[in-house]
């Protein structure tokens, strides 16, 4: 599923940093003290791929921190009319292609006036964010910050076991060890499972710590999000097990 997370991100959670200084020993020392991810702006053209910087101990994730009012020279302009949301709505899409990963910034004199009204930026912000809607539907996430960190940071460092038998597939993920050193959780998961082209249906759904549980199976138009692929949500507070059948 593509994650596009159109907020502001700027967490302490020992998650996410606000900017910092990006020497390869500034960005071990963040790491050291829990950061997994920093705001920055050293891929603006492709803006929607996690991006990960390494350093002498590690990595960290740098998620391009765009300006809702560079987004568009339109967008800082003072009259009343809408700009035209068309060379936007070309980025968004450009972006979410990349990996669906986008950060808007916008300060509240980016969004609003002296006197309380909106300006063309809020404006234009309001068509993106009902253009993804309208596309998009439920394949679309508006995380926190830190919970788009983390699940990127779990993306890119779980272990992951598949087995298939039957007209059953079972997953075991394994979050990285650093999660349970730093008390590490994500409440608002998903997790997108490959299917076979056979399958018409999904009959049930198990998820847990250990041993699996039975889940409800939500419906039919939420579960797929593409051909041959089920989303499913889910908690993670340490080793998970999932279990899809289908027929």
Same mark, same amino acid.
């Given at each position: 599923?593509?994650?596009?997370?159109?907020?502001?991100?700027?967490?302490?959670?020992?998650?996410?940093?606000?900017?910092?200084?990006?020497?390869?020993?500034?960005?071990?020392?963040?790491?050291?003290?829990?950061?997994?991810?920093?705001?920055?702006?050293?891929?603006?053209?492709?803006?929607?791929?996690?991006?990960?910087?390494?350093?002498?101990?590690?990595?960290?994730?740098?998620l391009e921190n765009t300006k809702i009012t560079g987004l568009a020279a339109a967008a800082e302009s003072t009259a009343d009319?809408?700009?035209?949301?068309?060379?936007?709505?070309?980025?968004?899409?450009?972006?979410?292609?990349?990996?669906?990963?986008?950060?808007?910034?916008?300060?509240l004199p980016d969004l609003f006036r002296g006197d309380g009204a909106v300006t063309p930026a809020?404006?234009?912000?309001?068509?993106?964010?009902?253009?993804?809607?309208?596309?998009?539907?439920?394949?679309?996430?508006?995380?926190?910050?830190?919970?788009?960190?983390?699940?990127?940071?779990?993306?890119?460092?779980?272990?992951?076991?598949?087995?298939?038998?039957?007209?059953?597939?079972?997953?075991?993920?394994? =979050?990285?060890?650093? &999660?349970?050193? #730093? *008390?590490?959780?994500?409440?608002?998961?998903?997790?997108? /499972? $490959?299917? !076979?082209? +056979?399958?018409?249906?999904?009959?049930?759904?198990?998820?847990?710590?250990?041993?699996?549980?039975?889940?409800?199976? =939500?419906?039919?138009? &939420?579960?797929? #999000? *593409?051909?041959?692929?089920?989303?499913?949500?889910?908690? /993670? $507070?340490? !080793?998970? +097990?999932?279990?899809?059948?289908?027929?």
């Amino acid at each position: 599923s593509r994650e596009v997370s159109l907020r502001a991100a700027a967490f302490w959670a020992t998650t996410v940093t606000a900017r910092m200084p990006d020497s390869p020993a500034a960005l071990g020392a963040a790491s050291e003290a829990g950061f997994i991810a920093m705001l920055g702006g050293r891929h603006p053209d492709d803006s929607g791929r996690p991006y990960w910087i390494a350093h002498p101990t590690g990595e960290i994730l740098d998620l391009e921190n765009t300006k809702i009012t560079g987004l568009a020279a339109a967008a800082e302009s003072t009259a009343d009319a809408d700009p035209d949301p068309a060379p936007e709505i070309q980025r968004l899409e450009e972006a979410i292609e990349q990996g669906g990963v986008l950060n808007l910034r916008g300060d509240l004199p980016d969004l609003f006036r002296g006197d309380g009204a909106v300006t063309p930026a809020y404006r234009l912000l309001a068509r993106l964010l009902q253009r993804v809607d309208d596309r998009y539907g439920p394949e679309v996430w508006y995380p926190s910050g830190s919970d788009l960190a983390l699940w990127l940071d779990l993306r890119r460092h779980a272990r992951v076991a598949r087995s298939e038998r039957a007209n059953v597939i079972e997953l075991r993920i394994e =979050p990285p060890e650093s &999660w349970s050193a #730093a *008390g590490h959780t994500l409440d608002t998961a998903a997790i997108g /499972v $490959r299917v !076979p082209a +056979r399958w018409k249906q999904i009959s049930e759904v198990a998820i847990g710590g250990g041993e699996a549980r039975r889940a409800a199976v =939500p419906s039919w138009g &939420w579960v797929w #999000a *593409g051909p041959r692929r089920v989303v499913l949500p889910c908690v /993670v $507070r340490g !080793p998970l +097990r999932v279990r899809v059948t289908g027929g």
